[in-house]
């Protein structure tokens, strides 16, 4: 009978740490996700924690459709990769805003541009979020027609479209 009890008490004392750490990890404004996207088909892989700056709502998923908007110039098309990637290669008429430098110049893209500019932004591909927290910093400044292109240069690339 002392063993059925020693395992009982174990079982409820994992069952209670589980539902503590579970509980404490939903509270923590910087708890670990548990769940995630990883199918490249629907958009940028991401881990979904609740300060996730990937939105699926603002991304383009479909290369055809990026290639007219870059085309026919219908929306101002961003790189927020590092400038020596973009110097290797970008997105015909894209203009190098790399995140990591997004304070240094935003005065200059707040210049360059009108808060209801259509804006198209893209970093490496369907791993990189980069060009979600970039958007997040342009929603968060009221730019209202922010859109990511999910697929980035990598997918670009991979489609053979023309790179400048």
């Given amino acids: 009978m002392p063993a059925k009890k020693n395992i009982l008490g174990v079982v409820l004392l994992l069952a209670l740490s589980l539902f503590l750490?579970?509980?404490?990890?939903?509270?923590?404004?910087?708890?670990i996700a548990l769940v995630g996207q990883?199918?490249?088909e629907k958009g940028v892989v991401s881990a979904r924690a609740r300060d996730?700056?990937?939105?699926?709502?603002i991304e383009i998923n479909n290369p055809m459709e990026v290639r007219r908007i870059v085309t026919q110039k219908e929306m101002m098309i961003l790189d927020v990769r590092p400038a020596?990637?973009?110097?290797?290669?970008?997105?015909?008429g894209a203009y190098s805003f790399p995140l990591d430098e997004f304070d240094d110049l935003l005065d200059q893209l707040l210049k360059l541009?009108?808060?209801?500019?259509?804006?198209l932004v893209y970093c490496s591909g369907f791993q990189c979020t980069d060009s979600h927290t970039f958007a997040s910093r342009l929603?968060?400044?009221?730019?209202s027609r922010v859109r990511v292109f999910a697929g980035g240069f990598a997918q670009w690339q991979e489609m053979g479209f023309e790179i400048e």
């Fill in 21 to 31: 750490g579970l509980g404490m990890n939903y509270l923590s404004p910087s708890g």
């Fill in 38 to 40: 990883w199918n490249t």
């Fill in 52 to 57: 996730d700056a990937v939105h699926g709502d």
């Fill in 84 to 92: 020596f990637v973009y110097e290797e290669g970008h997105l015909p």
């Fill in 113 to 119: 541009v009108k808060r209801d500019t259509p804006i």
């Fill in 139 to 143: 929603m968060d400044l009221q730019f």
